[in-house]
Nanobody, 126 residues
Framework: QVQLVESGGGSVQAGGSLRLSCAASGYTYSSNLVGWFRQAPGKEREGVAAIDGDGSTSYADSVKGRFTISKDNAKNTLNLRMNSLKPEDTAMYYC????????????????????WGQGTQVTVSS
């Protein structure tokens, strides 16, 4: 059984930083497309960042240059470093994983992701 567990969320002021992590059990991050999504109240879930089996990455335009996605294969964790946070980054953040080696053209296709964490809240105040 696959389980994804996020950690690292919290409340910060604008301009601050946070690092999210997602620990997996029953799943190995090394081969398949995995990513981070977020959902703000009243809005649809949206893709934030993704990384494929080769380590190539894709980012939403709104976070490019501020967020960095990475995998730690030794610890089997998926990470998201978030710098220069803005109030509009406030949302519940979810890690997600696929069961196939999809390419980055599927980076933010929600239906491709089979496994989801429970989410971690990020709140950025102005």
């Amino acid at each position: 059984q696959v389980q994804l567990v996020e950690s690292g969320g919290g409340s910060v002021q604008a301009g601050g930083s946070l690092r999210l992590s997602c620990a997996a059990s029953g799943y190995t991050y090394s081969s398949n497309l995995v990513g981070w999504f977020r959902q703000a109240p009243g809005k649809e879930r949206e893709g934030v960042a993704a990384i494929d089996g080769d380590g190539s990455t894709s980012y939403a335009d709104s976070v490019k240059g501020r967020f960095t996605i990475s995998k730690d294969n030794a610890k089997n964790t998926l990470n998201l470093r978030m710098n220069s946070l803005k109030p509009e980054d406030t949302a519940m953040y979810y890690c997600a994983a696929t069961s196939r080696r999809y390419g980055l053209w599927d980076a933010f296709s929600l239906q491709k992701y089979n496994y989801w964490g429970q989410g971690t809240q990020v709140t950025v105040s102005s």
